[in-house]
Nanobody
Framework: QVQLVESGGGLVQPGGSLRLSCAAS????????MGWHRQAPGNQRELVAD???????NYADSVKGRFTISRDNAKNTVYLQMNSLKPEDTAVYYC??????????????WGQGTQVTVSS
């Protein structure tokens, strides 16, 4: 069993900051990539940012320069620092990871989601 548990969402005013965390646990042999997606009401889920084992990162154009993704490999944890938040960043944020488990299976795992609301 592999689990991803997110934390750090909440309500913040426009221009504010939040930091999301996602910890992977369970039967993990290796984690190839970790990332964050988001889904606003009525919209499709979209990639926000991801980070590879190499440290290479990828960001959606809408968050470049405002969000920073990082990971702690020793803790199997990925972070998303979100600065200069805008109302359009309001969404449920989901952690995603490409993980090889103890049985050799490589699969895409998702967290349960954490709500981020940007409003005055």
């Amino acid at each position: 069993q592999v689990q991803l548990v997110e934390s750090g969402g909440g309500l913040v005013q426009p221009g504010g900051s939040l930091r999301l965390s996602c910890a992977a646990s369970g039967s993990i042999v290796s984690i190839n990539a970790m990332g964050w997606h988001r889904q606003a009401p009525g919209n499709q889920r979209e990639l926000v940012a991801d980070i590879r084992n190499s440290g290479n990162t990828n960001y959606a154009d809408s968050v470049k320069g405002r969000f920073t993704i990082s990971r702690d490999n020793a803790k199997n944890t990925v972070y998303l620092q979100m600065n200069s938040l805008k109302p359009e960043d309001t969404a449920v944020y989901y952690c995603n990871a490409l993980i090889q488990n103890g049985r050799g299976y490589v699969g895409s795992y998702w967290g349960q989601g954490t709500q981020v609301t940007v409003s005055s």
